[in-house]
């Protein structure tokens, strides 16, 4: 029997046998042949994403594909950071901020773009952080679509930790510079996406 943990506009998620499966779910609007290949092609690329950022040192869970539709993953034990960081002691949580600014760092030397940077794409395990969900993910090197990357983060921090989001931000952008070469020219446009966002009125 299943159990299911999380149920998306793209996929479901469910336990199985002490293992997480992601399956992308048909979508009755699309064209039953384009639906597949899209479907088929996330599905390949998800992978791809989780392999290479384990491979520049991420904590992600072992994937392996199952079908064309469907991912199966370790089931990382754990908490949502989302759920434990506003609570934590300072020291510990700048701790966990320098591990996201090394992280984000990790992925962005290796040209991946996770797409989805929230703490609730983040799991603590003891004092490991893990990242999962690259089902928005892409791989790129312009500086563009890291400083997104990271602006995301920032915005999904804003609204869900604004109490320490100064501290946080601050921590997870000293250790991202410390850790990536071309951080400087990231963060300068990164100022230039809250200044268009300002303009907007956003």
């Known amino acids: 029997m299943h159990k299911i943990i999380q149920r998306g506009a793209e996929a479901v998620l469910y336990l199985r046998d002490g293992e997480l499966v992601k ?16 479907r088929k092609q996330r599905t390949k690329s998800e992978m791809k994403l989780l392999e290479r950022a384990k491979l520049a040192g991420v904590r992600t869970p072992k994937v392996r594909i199952e079908n064309d539709f469907k991912l199966v993953m370790d089931y990382i034990e754990g908490k949502k950071l989302k759920d434990v960081l506003n609570g934590m002691k300072a020291e510990e949580r700048r701790g966990v901020c320098e591990k996201i600014g090394e992280i984000v760092a990790k992925l962005h030397a290796k040209g991946i773009i996770h ?26 090197e312009r500086v563009e679509d890291q400083a ?55």
């Not at 399956?23 to 899209?38: F, Q």
């Not at 797409?115 to 794409?121: E, H, K």
């Open 23 to 38: 399956e992308r779910i048909s979508k009755g609007y699309r064209i039953p042949e384009l639906d597949r290949k899209i």
């Open 115 to 140: 797409g989805d940077l929230t703490t609730s794409n983040m799991i603590l395990e003891g004092n490991e952080v893990y990242l999962i969900d690259f089902g928005l993910g892409k791989f790129s």
């Open 148 to 202: 997104v990357d990271l602006f995301l983060l920032y915005e999904a921090l804003k609204s869900t930790h604004f109490r320490i989001l100064e501290e946080c931000w601050k921590t997870i952008l000293k250790t991202y510079s410390q850790n990536y070469s071309n951080a400087s020219e990231v963060l300068k446009r990164i100022e230039k996406i809250k200044k268009r966002r300002r303009y907007r009125g956003e």
